[in-house]
């Protein structure tokens, strides 16, 4: 049992992510699956923010940036807010792959709600105050305005409730494929989603612009052919971040371990293919989701005590996810705080969040 904050934490196997936001399922090589492509603005900033620097460091010239399972482009369009000051030229390509019909969202009907409670779209409202995003990120207050401007120059406001709504329904018919039934289960996603019981204030509907589309490709595709989908050494950095357990639990969602060991030859597949794909010195994006790192099933046993930037912390950097990426030619770069404390010593618990390609690896 692991303390989440001040709250404990049991990890769970059989989850049911049916009535989860961003669930779907899709058809994949005749097989079918579940998907869960929830994400938001911003998300896991710390990550990001390393990425950005990373990449202004290493490639101040440019550099192909590819995500795979993009959703519908949350991370992409972030990163794209991120790196804005020094992309005026556009030498920044950044696309994101997914499914069709998660592809066909982003490029169609493109409509994104953001949220006040969110902590990393906490910074998109004017008012921001919460003093916790401030420590969990270190970003200034002027910082944060920068952001917010930059971010409003790509995207746009929608100001017609109604029109949202409208779109929304539209893009549920489309995808579903069949006539929009209005049900109270589709009611409450949308309710969820667009508007808040007691303040629409709490919400904003956005959309991006011509400008944000240029800069940002959507295509189909997926990580288990990255091999065959990008030139090799073309794109130096590669990001899967809170997917993995996608492939890891076979598309079921269930978070079984005989299910995760069934699965970890296909993982190391995947990661020799990244291997192959990045250049010396490219970076690998997995993020800080627990059961991308098995942490749901090992825990603190595999947890070794570590100091980062002078604060004694926990390090869980020894599953065999994390084996299969140094069999596969790759070393931690970045580790990032997973938002769990030590159940023994109340330290936090960090995850290796993004690795760098250090050697080649044969397919």
């Known amino acids: 049992m692991i303390r989440f904050n001040t709250q404990f934490y049991i990890p769970k196997t059989n989850v049911n992510f049916k ?3 961003g669930h779907e399922e899709s058809i994949v090589n005749g097989q079918k699956i579940s998907l869960n492509n929830y994400t938001t603005f911003f998300r896991d900033y710390n990550t990001l923010e390393f990425t950005r620097d990373y990449i202004l460091k290493n490639y101040p010239h440019g550099a192909n ?37 998660v592809i066909r969202k982003a490029n169609d009907y493109s409509i994104y709600g953001i949220a006040r409670f969110i902590d990393g779209e906490q910074i998109l409202f004017d008012d921001c105050k919460n003093p916790e ?55 409450e996603i949308k309710r969820k989603i667009f508007y808040d019981d007691t303040k629409y204030d709490n919400k904003m509907i956005v959309t991006p612009n011509k400008r944000a589309k240029e800069l940002v490709t959507f295509k189909v595709g997926d990580i288990r052919n990255i091999d065959k989908i990008l030139e090799p050494k073309k794109s130096s950095v590669i990001i899967f ?16 371990l005989k299910q995760a060991y069934s699965n970890l030859q296909e ?97």
């Not at 076979?250 to 079984?256: D, P, T």
């Open 65 to 101: 940036i590819t995500e795979f399972g993009c959703s519908m482009g949350h991370k992409p369009y972030s990163l794209m807010v991120m790196l804005d000051k020094s992309n005026q030229d556009n030498k920044y390509k950044i696309t994101g792959y997914d499914f069709p019909e």
């Open 267 to 363: 993982i190391e597949n995947v990661f020799k293919k990244v291997n192959f794909v990045l250049p010396q010195n490219g970076i690998f994006v997995i993020g800080t989701f627990p059961h991308d790192h098995m942490f749901n099933h090992y825990g603190e046993m595999l947890t070794r005590a570590d100091s980062l930037n002078g604060e004694n912390v926990r390090i869980f950097d020894f599953s065999p996810i994390h084996i299969a990426l140094k069999n596969s030619g790759f070393e931690t770069e970045f580790y990032d705080f997973s938002g769990y404390h030590s159940y023994n010593d109340g330290k936090k618990i960090y995850f290796p969040a993004v690795w760098k390609k250090v050697k080649e690896a044969s397919l």
């Open 19 to 21: 009535r989860h936001t």
């Open 241 to 256: 971040q809170n997917a993995l357990y996608h492939i890891l639990y076979g598309g079921k969602l269930s978070y079984e």
């Open 133 to 187: 995003i401030l420590k969990k990120t270190n970003l200034t207050k002027e910082e944060i305005s920068d952001i917010r401007k930059i971010f409003y120059k790509y995207f746009d406001i929608c100001e017609d409730k109604d029109y949202s709504h409208r779109e929304y329904c539209k893009l549920k018919q489309i995808v579903a494929n069949k006539e929009f039934a209005d049900t109270p289960e589709i009611q």
